[in-house]
């Protein structure tokens, strides 16, 4: 019986470990995603361009700022902010480890509610990268 258990417990967690990781896109299946998820046509060039320079349109990567903080997920939301560890919270009232998954609508949904609040110049990549230049809808 505990061999059973033992192996239902390894078998459980490995399909936790794949199914945690996160993907990175390719920019017109990013595009298509955004499309998919409502984002106005007029800005997917904008976001694209803030994804790219932000994560390099990998969800899972978390990056750790000078001030604390820490950038989660496609978008880089700013933990403390906008996300917490361990439990619901933030602005946005979602767990930073939701940001970090395959599944990028709650993200979506925190990135928009921080762009209609900041602007684009809430992320420093989209600012670095994107600011001024023509960012039409990319051709796929």
């Known amino acids: 019986m505990r ?24 920019k017109c299946g990013l595009v298509s995603e955004l499309t998919k998820l409502n984002f106005p046509r007029t800005f997917i060039g904008n976001w694209v361009c803030l994804i790219e320079s ?46 970090m998954d395959e599944n990028i609508k709650d993200d979506s949904e925190c990135a928009e509610k921080i762009q209609d609040e900041f602007g684009f110049l809430a992320w420093d990549g989209w600012k670095r990268s994107c600011k001024g230049r023509s960012l039409p809808l990319p051709p796929c």
């Open 3 to 26: 061999r059973v258990t033992l192996i239902c417990w390894c078998l459980a967690f490995g399909y936790f470990l794949i199914n945690a990781e996160g993907k990175v896109y390719t």
């Open 54 to 99: 932000e994560s390099g349109k990998n969800t899972s990567k978390v990056t750790n700022r000078a001030n604390g903080k820490q950038g989660v997920g496609i978008f880089q939301i700013k933990s403390k902010d906008w996300c917490t560890f361990s439990k619901n919270g933030g602005i946005c009232n979602v767990k930073c480890e939701d940001m």
